[in-house]
């Protein structure tokens, strides 16, 4: 894959299909029959609570070995609308595949906490749909930090010492909220699919009775995948996203740590995206509403507190 991103990932690995010849021993040629079918729509779109411009990006799905830059999908017409009668546009303005709907005034956005959100998308005589609803989001208290030094100098020449990050929140009483946790370095976003954190209320997963606790610590340190510097910029966003949400990124990171020549297959992931003819072209991906909730803060040596472990 040429970027290790979620809708890198989906474009390029949801249709994979491998058939390996008899191995009768380590010399013997490995013929692989690739099969690729008609390429389907592949969606990556949220809609949330931020007064901001929102996307939905439409391209199509690719062979497993093909690498070239994801075909976007043009001219097709996507809607969002709410359980309340709002009717939201999406364009292509620049013809690449992403569709934006901008607000108009400054506190203008999409989502409210509490409303069911419809997606719609017409391609040609083809129309899809799919439905999310916007759960609540606890705010985030703060983030902090302190020094570590690992043992030894990581094989990757990542720094082998640096300041690391974790935000403080809690899960808010009532079972079976979930979350996706973002995180950036001076404005860049860890985007690996390796790097997707989820939680089920204040863990990592149901049935862990985390419900109404403050999160846990290999959650609240996921947001530093490598270590931070005086003076960077540390944010944290806290998605809410659907149980269907936490399931779906739950498979695309399975997937994607799926390596080796005799893991197993590729599956068809999990997507909530449905054709309203059941008897045509299937999509992947997925949509869903999100409430947010950010913190940002810069590294400052005075500030650090001791690593104490908890």
Known sequence: ?????????????????????TLTSCEDVVDLDVKSGA???????????????????????AGYFDNSPAKPVLNATVTVTDDKGGVFSFVDLKKDGNYVWKPVAASDT???????????IKMGTEEYTAVSKLNRVPKIDSVTY??????????????????????????????????????YKNGKYFNKTTEITIAYDAAFSPGANSDGLRFI?????????????????????????????YYFLNQVRAESNNQGLFATAPSNIYS????????????????????????????????ARPKDGN
């Open 110 to 120: 999409i989502g409210r906490v509490g409303r069911t959100y419809t997606l719609r």
């Open 272 to 303: 909530n995206i449905k054709n309203t003819n059941p008897t045509g072209r299937k999509a992947l991906g997925f949509f869903g509403a999100a409430a947010v909730s950010t913190f940002t803060e810069v590294i400052d040596a005075k500030k």
């Open 39 to 61: 390429p389907q729509l592949v969606v990556d779109g949220w809609v949330t609570n931020q007064q901001t411009s929102q996307t939905i990006r439409l391209t199509e799905s």
């Open 1 to 21: 894959m040429k970027k290790n991103t979620l809708h890198t990932f989906l474009t390029y690995t949801t249709l994979a299909f491998l058939t390996v010849a």
């Open 146 to 183: 302190f020094f570590d030094k690992l043992p030894i100098a990581p094989a990757d020449d990542a720094p082998q010492e640096g300041y690391t990050a974790e935000f403080f929140a809690r899960d808010p009483t009532g079972a079976g909220d979930c979350y996706w946790i973002k995180s």
């Open 217 to 245: 610590l290999p959650i609240r340190r996921a947001i530093s995948p490598e270590f931070y510097k005086e003076k960077d910029t540390v944010k944290v966003e806290l998605y809410s996203i659907p149980l269907e949400g």
